[in-house]
């Protein structure tokens, strides 16, 4: 199969535009993006999804390194006699020692002519194009942020699918620097959680306060602490609403017009794509980062007969980051089961 006159003008001017956007004379060779049009690009990839939006995605000039949002883990404020003393002012910048590492991440699209000829009729096709693969792979980098577990030389999807072996997410952070941060099990059974009457948590408002207080003390009352809940758990307790007030119908009223429960464990509570089904995770959104090296963005577009279809390969290198581990704390979400 070939494009056919009308596809082939519409992937031109799809060609043509992305050379012009990077300002370089062809797309069929491999390109770098300058680090400014890289950043335009990443915020772009953050703009598609409302997570994205709330975490820091930060360019870097190196592959390795000192983590770049520096918090403030105790007080500045007090005073001295200066009669008597000097002045002193506290080092409380939150370097805890573990830096960033960023690795080779391939996000390469193949786009079938069969889709050119069905999107040739769009005149905005280079937009639509753009914007199908900045949403993907933003939605890719949510998952490798909750599920991602290893760095593979070569990634195997069909075993990973959730790209587990793309990158280290924030929960694989957690358990290797700050194991005490990430609760395994619950007292009732061995590796267990257990949600239930008779479990270690009668409820999940219950499961995320003990959660919350396993953030280190300087951090619990700054204001911006979230709870991140997985799905499961959320239906599960809304299921049990259901159960005991869907028959009053002022009750089920309010349910139905998810007005039930706006905060979990005292702290504002927000679900979001990819995240594991039955998890919880306490921590501030400008907590969590996605670092990506500005220099290493490249891109090539290859038209593949052999495969009847166009291919786009873009590489970057990036990695991810929780900036003050002590403000990060999590539950092993297969260790959940409700009773």
Request: proline letters at 3%; charged letters at 20%; one cysteine or more.
């Amino acid at each position: 199969m070939s494009l056919s006159t009308a596809a082939r003008l519409r992937f031109s001017t799809l060609a043509l535009a992305i050379a012009s956007t990077y300002a370089v004379e062809s797309v069929r060779e491999e390109f770098n993006v300058s680090p400014t049009h890289a950043q335009t690009l990443n915020e772009k990839i953050t703009l598609s999804s409302s997570f994205l939006q709330r975490i820091n995605v930060i360019p870097v000039s190196e592959i390795k390194g000192e983590k770049v949002m520096l918090g403030v883990n105790g007080s500045v404020t007090g005073r001295t006699n200066t009669t008597n003393a000097d002045r002193v002012a506290r080092n409380v910048l939150g370097l805890d020692g573990n830096g960033y590492e960023l690795f080779e991440t391939h996000s390469d699209v193949g786009l079938k002519y069969a889709t050119i000829d069905a999107w040739a009729k769009f005149k905005d096709f280079a937009q639509r194009y753009a914007a199908a693969v900045q949403k993907q792979i933003g939605l890719d980098r949510i998952m490798i942020g909750w599920n991602g577990t290893s760095v593979a030389a070569t990634t195997d999807r069909v075993a990973n699918p959730l790209l587990q072996d793309v990158n280290k997410g924030w929960l694989q952070i957690a358990r290797e620097q700050a194991p005490e941060q990430v609760m395994a099990q619950g007292t009732k059974a061995a590796g267990k959680i257990q949600i239930g009457a008779t479990g270690d948590y009668a409820n999940l408002d219950a499961l995320v306060f003990d959660v919350s207080l396993m953030i280190e003390e300087e951090f619990r009352d700054g204001g911006d602490l979230i709870a991140i809940v997985g799905r499961d758990l959320l239906a599960y307790d809304k299921g049990k609403l259901y159960a005991n007030q869907g028959g009053k119908p002022t009750e089920k009223e309010r349910l139905e017009m998810a007005q039930v429960i706006a905060t979990y464990g005292g702290l504002p509570t927000f679900t979001c794509p990819h995240f594991p089904s039955k998890g919880v995770v306490v921590t501030s959104w400008d907590n969590l980062s996605i670092y990506f090296q500005d220099s290493s963005w490249r891109r090539q577009i290859v038209e593949n007969p052999k495969r009847s279809q166009v291919e786009d390969y873009n590489s970057r290198n990036e990695g991810y980051v929780i900036e003050q581990l002590g403000k990060f704390a999590a539950i092993e979400a297969a260790a959940v089961e409700f009773v």
